[in-house]
């Protein structure tokens, strides 16, 4: 339940027109737009600003994702910067398979770290826009988001005193374990939850990618897949019983599970390097219905968690955040509520299309090592239809780029 209000004591309470709780790639993206139309916010943040620019995270960023960033002027470095990938490999029953997405959908993927894109956003906000933005705070609560007069009250990292500051509107961007989820009126919220039953190891190793492209493999022994993040640094990731200790995983047993599942007829040796990156990941997934709560509304991560199946989660937060500030900026300086109105079914739209998407390919890569023939059986037939329909080849593609998605 949101907090009462701040207790006597407190600075004398600020007001900016938005208070965007969360410094990710959402949070930042708001804040850009609200700027852009010369609307004041104030970003609260946990982390510092050297923590929320390093942390690691995926960056597969869909076409017209990069496209929406472009024309709010935020693409700038990243247009310079990020590869680009027209195609992927699927690996299975010791062959390889390339997928041309590009030919058929005419987009293609960007690759860009997501904490590129943070610093970038960053930047852009603080240093160039002039928006406030507080980083390091402590103890972030949330007052009367269901009235007209909502607030929001954080510890000042330096003064240890607690600061007030009035809103029209929150913008929720805090991630799963945000005050903005925990803040969620009681018995409005629906939380719809999925456990995929299986772990990821994901692994960064200080090594030359092996392919040109993404490629998955499907095996017997379980999935693995190999995303290059440089010229010498390559993202692997293997299947591992959820919750796995990432210590059961030596170096030697990684490049030989590595070998064993990406391995295929005339496919080039693996390069191997240190591995500077263990960490096991639970494929799980989340949908929070509604996704606004009178004065507060969610986005990324705070909303909806998509497992990395797809590569789905950043480009829904980006999603989310030109829908939000778009429509913030429409009421507060236009009067016009109709895009906030509408705000959380046309931001579901997607996130269930791209839910539903991540299923349906989690029993693709995943379908070989269940140790059920029955579905094993199937999970090929699924991989062998993508190279012999070209209709089932076009519906994927557009799907994993998201392109002709609804909302």
């Known amino acids: 339940m949101p907090t009462p209000s701040p207790h006597a004591g407190s600075a004398a309470p600020r007001r900016f027109p938005v208070v965007v709780v969360g410094a990710g790639p959402a949070g930042l993206t708001v804040g850009n737009i609200l700027r852009a139309a010369g609307v004041d916010c104030l970003v609260l943040e946990t982390e510092t600003r050297e923590f929320v620019e390093r942390r690691p995270r995926a960056g597969v960023i869909e076409e017209w994702a990069v496209r929406g960033l472009e024309r709010r002027g935020l693409a700038g470095t990243l247009l310079r910067r990020a590869q680009t990938q027209t195609e992927c490999e699927f690996r299975f029953a010791g062959e390889r398979y390339r997928f041309a997405y590009t030919e058929l959908t005419g987009c293609h993927h960007f690759f860009y770290p997501q904490q590129f894109l943070v610093t970038d956003l960053v930047r852009e906000y603080a240093d160039v826009r002039g928006g406030e933005i507080r980083f390091g705070v402590r103890e972030v609560r949330l007052h009367g988001t269901g009235s007209g007069r909502p607030s929001v ?158 590569a789905k989660g950043l480009n829904l937060a980006l999603h989310d955040a030109f829908l939000l500030g778009d429509g913030l900026v429409a009421a507060l300086t236009k009067g016009d509520d109709a895009a906030l109105s509408g705000y959380s079914a046309a931001c579901l739209a997607r996130v269930w299309d791209y839910q539903e998407f991540s299923q349906w390919l989690a029993e693709m890569y995943h379908g070989t090592a269940s140790g059920d023939a029955f579905r094993a059986g199937a999970a090929l037939a699924r991989l062998h239809r993508l190279f012999s329909s070209p209709v089932a080849a076009a519906e994927f593609a557009e799907r994993y780029l998201g392109v002709r998605t609804t909302g």
């Not at 600061?163 to 509107?169: G, L, P, R, S, T």
């Not at 939380?191 to 040109?212: K, M, N």
């Not at 995303?227 to 030697?252: F, I, K, S």
């Not at 191997?272 to 507060?296: C, D, Q, S, T, W």
């Open 153 to 310: 009250s954080y510890v000042c990292p330096d003064s240890g005193e607690r600061h007030v500051v009035e809103a029209d509107f929150v913008a929720g961007c805090d991630g799963a374990r945000g005050v903005t989820r925990a803040s969620l009126p009681a018995g409005r919220a629906r939380i719809a939850r999925h456990d995929y039953g299986v772990g990821w190891l994901a692994l960064l190793a200080e090594a030359p990618p092996s392919s040109d492209c993404v490629v998955f493999g499907m095996h017997p022994r379980g999935f693995a897949g190999h995303m290059a993040r440089g010229p010498e640094v390559t993202r692997y990731y293997l299947q591992c019983p959820p919750g796995d200790d990432p210590e059961n995983w030596p170096h030697e047993r990684v490049w030989a599970e590595l070998r064993a599942r990406l391995d295929a007829k005339d496919a080039p040796p693996l390069r191997e390097g240190r591995l500077i990156e263990k960490r096991v990941l639970n494929m799980h997934g989340y949908v929070v219905e509604p996704m606004a709560f009178g004065r507060l509304f969610l986005a990324g991560d705070a909303a909806h968690l998509t497992a990395p199946i797809a």
